[in-house]
């Protein structure tokens, strides 16, 4: 089955800074990557996905990139603000089973 | 107007004891699904079912059961409750292949 690894665990920056989270898949056959984020006591709401056929995609300050070759794809959020503290999950899917990474907890220091 | 909405949004009980947990959506979406976020907050998909395929964790125990009435249902029986069973359980739905969408969640405690 598909594992997706997750990196940081955890990310600490200042507001304003720039954060990428970075995670891995290992299924070739893995089509559709969304980004979820999650707040403290709060459900898991999609921020940003990306399919195979696209390389980035990008939406204000969050964009997304993937290179199948390599079997990653990565978060990057510019000009942080305190509201984006919150848990961001990876996930990787092909079918409708998604398999998600450990997350990221990003704090943003204002 | 809630799409995915779960009850009860917490669940106190003893071990040993038998809860259910109701899911319902009103997003027409063929795919539902039972997901367990622990204290790491680490979310493990438990089921998915889609036109009435049902998927399972095989590290799923078998004291968990889903149960799907119609296509916009689905709901979580857990027999014999035992502490490590105490977690955020999430429902979601999703247009086969596409964005999940969550419940509140139902926080269980274990005693």
């Known amino acids: 089955g598909e594992n997706v690894e997750q990196h940081p665990s955890t990310l600490s920056v200042q507001e304003g800074d720039s954060a990428v989270i970075k995670c891995t898949y290992s299924d070739s056959a893995s089509n559709y990557f969304p980004w979820y984020k999650q707040e403290l006591g709060k459900r898991p709401q999609l921020i940003i996905d990306?399919?195979?056929?696209?390389g980035e995609k990008k939406d204000q300050r969050i964009a997304v990139t993937l290179n199948k070759t390599a079997k990653h794809f990565s978060l990057h959020i510019t000009e942080t603000q305190p509201e984006d503290s919150a848990v961001y999950f990876c996930a990787a899917s092909h079918g409708y089973i998604p398999t998600f990474g450990r997350g990221t907890s990003l704090i943003v220091h204002p | 107007d809630t799409a995915v909405s779960q009850t009860p949004k917490y669940l106190v009980t003893q071990m040993g004891n038998d809860k259910s947990i109701k899911c319902e959506q009103n997003?027409?979406?063929?795919?539902m699904y039972w997901y367990k976020q622990d204290s790491k907050k680490f979310l493990k998909i438990m089921f998915s079912?889609?036109?009435?395929?049902?998927?399972i964790n095989e590290t799923v125990p078998n004291r968990f059961s889903p149960k799907s009435p119609d296509k916009a249902h689905l709901n979580l029986h857990i027999n014999s409750l035992e502490l490590g069973d105490s977690a955020v359980y999430f429902c979601?739905?999703?247009?086969?292949?596409?964005?999940?969408?969550f419940g509140e969640g139902s926080r269980l405690t274990v005693l």
């Open positions: 997003l027409g979406h063929d795919t």
């Open positions: 979601a739905s999703s247009p086969s292949g596409g964005e999940l969408f």
């Open positions: 990306i399919r195979s056929n696209v």
């Open positions: 079912y889609n036109n009435k395929e049902l998927i």
